[in-house]
């Protein structure tokens, strides 16, 4: 039987997980071998490959969530002098050029849209990763790669609302890492991507008074938003929920 219209799949893309939902379906979680090759998204990547095989016959639209694993944020002043988005673009690359050196000449960077913003969130991620994101739906598969995003930026649109208090921080906490964003009035004013282990209510506090201070505040109280976590852990839930 054809399909007028194509089936949704979201797939929450983790070092040691793959998250697969079908729209209106039950959510199945894939155990991936993050030491299997070079990168971090080597068995991720590996296990969508073989995942996306079996959707190569239907008329399947794809959307991808990644893990804060793999990519780089920064927070990169307006500037008005910048005339359009090229400028824009590569003043973002320079940004994460006086950051990471030589090695961010090989990322794709990826600059947020809002024209009202005085910080805008900028998010680089390894070329290697999106080509090979994009080779899991070759030529010839009837299955389509139509939206791949950072999990902060999923995150940040299903608690908009939340964020948009006085004083707000946005935590993310997966395995070995947490992904810290802090805003005003909805607006961008810090944002962290950190190694670690957070998996404690106070790991998590004191994450948030450090941060404070290193921004030079007085800890102070803001709205704290949190994904809530199950077994699959909070990333894969996020990301499976939003299907």
Known sequence: MSRLWPEHIRVALAPEALGIVRARGAGRVVACDSQLGPEIWSGALAALKSEALEWKNATTAVAVVLSNHFLRYALVPRDRALRGAAEELAYARHVFA????????????LLDDDPRAPLRVACAIDSGLRRGLQACFAAGSKARLVSVQPYLMAAFNRSRRELAAPAAALLLVEPGRACLARLAQGSWTGLRNLRGEFDTPEACAALLEREQTLDG???????????????????????????
Not at 98 to 105: D, F, K, L, N, V
Not at 217 to 243: H, K
Request: charged share 25%; aromatic share 6%; with cysteine.
């Open 98 to 109: 006086r950051i990471h050196g030589e090695r961010s000449a090989d990322w794709e960077v």
């Open 217 to 243: 505040e007085a800890p102070g109280r803001e709205t704290l938003v949190r994904p809530l976590a199950s077994s699959a852990g909070p990333f894969i839930d996020m990301a499976l929920c939003a299907a």
